[in-house]
């Protein structure tokens, strides 16, 4: 499936303030305060890149490489209003929101003869946001996204990490995740129709929406310096529901792996 995974941090919660506050005490009873002029605007981002080893599609036991790419938006200040966290890798705390995109790459018989018969997929673009709750040992978020671009139908992931820092430039974390999607989604990915059921010889499948998959991932983010990152992650998914009784998965397997490595910049 080589898909793309895109995520942007845009909110945290307690960092939520808004800058230029006239909070400088007067030196003398009777001397008025001074009052700070509002801070500049700034934008404070990380961009990553990389490559991934993942399923051709959803569903299939064939793998390959492909790029991967990620974009972290971790602080904004437009002029008094200030939200998430200013600072080189300055973390998250508290509750927060945040952006999520992803992309998934077109599916054809052409690059995967086993398709012979389906109608070939379009690639999609996903936009969305998700919610997040983080401490210092532990993260859990929740995503939802729509395909702008392709697929026109909803999906979403929700995940728990556990979070160890052994020690200032290393940072583990490990969790569950399960992933879900709306009817037109899975019938996107995992629906037959009855002419393709008939080009193909597979069964004639209506998918039905829910969870789709659940699994796991180990992800690793080793800091070079300030700036610069190595990143890596392993993924388990095993397919759910209208995932796992579709004929295209009895093709291939429900159990779908992934494995990405990269680098980023703050």
């Known amino acids: 499936m ?23 005490a007067a030196p003398e009873p009777l001397v008025a305060a001074p009052v700070a002029a509002p801070a500049g605007n700034a934008l404070s981002f990380r961009l990553g890149l990389g490559a991934s080893y993942a399923p051709d599609y959803f569903g299939s036991d064939s793998y390959s490489v492909g790029p991967a790419f990620s974009f972290g938006l971790n602080h904004v200040r437009l002029g008094r209003l200030e939200i998430g966290t ?9 509750f927060g929101l945040h952006g999520a995109a992803g992309f998934v790459a077109e599916r054809s018989s ?22 997040h709750y983080e401490t210092e040992a532990m993260r859990a978020f929740a995503d939802v996204r729509y395909g702008v671009v392709g697929h026109n139908s909803w999906v979403g992931e929700a995940g728990i990490d556990a979070i160890l820092r052994p020690n200032d430039r290393l940072t583990l974390s490990a969790g569950p995740r399960v992933q879900f999607g709306s009817g037109r989604y899975a019938d996107r990915y995992f629906g037959v129709t009855p ?9 004639a499948y209506d998918a039905a929406g829910g969870i789709l998959g659940l699994g796991a991932e180990i992800k690793a983010d080793y800091a070079l310096n300030d700036l610069w990152s190595v990143e890596g992650a392993v993924t388990y998914n095993r397919l759910q529901n209208s995932g796992a009784e579709s004929p295209i998965t009895g093709l291939g397997s429900r159990d779908q792996y992934s494995v990405r490595l990269g680098v980023s910049r703050q």
């Open 86 to 94: 200013p600072g080189l890798r300055a973390p998250s705390r508290g």
């Open 2 to 24: 080589n898909r793309l995974a895109i995520s942007f941090v845009l909110v945290g919660i307690p960092g939520l303030a808004f800058a230029g506050d006239p909070t400088v």
């Open 110 to 131: 052409q690059d995967n003869p086993e398709l012979a018969g389906l109608d070939k997929v379009d690639a999609s673009l996903e936009l969305g946001f998700g919610v």
């Open 195 to 203: 002419a393709e059921a008939t080009a193909s010889g597979l069964a």
